[in-house]
């Protein structure tokens, strides 16, 4: 035979798939052909994934100095029960108490979720505002590290809690809004968190209205509330904290 003869030869008696001498193609999917530069595996890879943020996830929420002054007899509230009701019963006439030390502890228990603090907690907050009068206005800015830790739970419970009761601090007398005004930075970062928390169910009914219990609903109000009691300054803060926020009180 010529030289190309025998390589003629040679190359039909070699092994189609190397050393191992079987003359069989290889299975499909078993080669090498066509895969990723990746060398992770898939599940590895997605276990490898960084964690959510949980900016909504609900933070612990600790005892407060109002369950602390309450189980050692210190305030002047108790629970009246009266007949399917239940009403908050004060030993002391509202008019006379010092301001200064208890709406700060009444404000702290609102984060509470126990009954009976959280029940006197609220309804003797709402008490105190309503008929505070003049003596609100001095205690505010005691009352913004409450309002911030009750905000920061981050539970929806808590959170609605808390905006129905500022927006009564703001309506219960003049230059509370204003006084606020200041301190959006530390109240306002979860108004923005939550402020799309708005639940779309078509044509179902949402009770949750007539509880009002819907975040995103009651930040609105809330909200605008601030705006329209703030002053001037008011709006130009908001807007700075939820730059999705539009004002209700400018026309455009």
């Known amino acids: ?13 070699t092994p189609r798939n190397g050393p191992s001498g079987s003359d069989s193609f290889r299975a499909r999917g078993s080669g090498n052909g066509g895969m990723t530069s990746s060398l992770t595996p898939r599940k590895q890879a997605v276990e490898a994934a960084p964690p959510k943020a949980g900016a909504h996830a609900r933070r612990e929420i600790k005892a407060s100095e109002f369950r602390r002054f309450y189980d050692r007899c210190d305030l002047p509230v108790q629970i009246s029960h009266c007949g399917c009701t ?3 019963n004060w030993k002391v006439d509202i008019d006379k108490l010092d ?14 979720k126990e009954d009976p603090f959280r ?3 609220v ?16 205690v505010v800015p005691q009352l913004i590290i409450p309002i911030k830790t009750a905000l920061n739970t981050r539970d929806s419970e808590v959170v609605s809690t808390m905006l129905k009761v500022l927006q009564s601090l703001v309506l219960s007398g003049e230059m509370i809004g204003e006084a606020l005004v200041p301190y959006y930075r ?39 509330i601030f705006e329209t009691h ?9 807007k700075y904290m939820i730059p999705t ?8």
């Open 1 to 13: 035979m010529n030289p190309i003869q025998l390589a003629g030869a040679s190359a039909m008696n």
């Open 86 to 88: 239940n009403k908050v």
């Open 99 to 112: 301001y200064h030390h208890y709406l700060p502890i009444f404000f702290d228990g609102l984060r509470e």
């Open 119 to 121: 029940f006197l907690a």
């Open 123 to 138: 309804e003797g907050t709402h008490n105190m505002l309503e008929r505070g009068g003049s003596k609100i206005l001095p």
């Open 186 to 224: 530390q109240i306002l970062p979860v108004f923005n968190i939550f402020k799309n928390s708005k639940n779309n169910i078509g044509d179902a009914i949402d009770y949750g209205q007539r509880k009002r219990i819907n975040l995103g609903e009651l930040i609105e109000e809330t909200l605008e």
């Open 230 to 238: 703030g002053g001037e300054d008011a709006f130009i803060n908001i």
């Open 245 to 252: 926020y539009e004002s209700c009180v400018l026309v455009s």
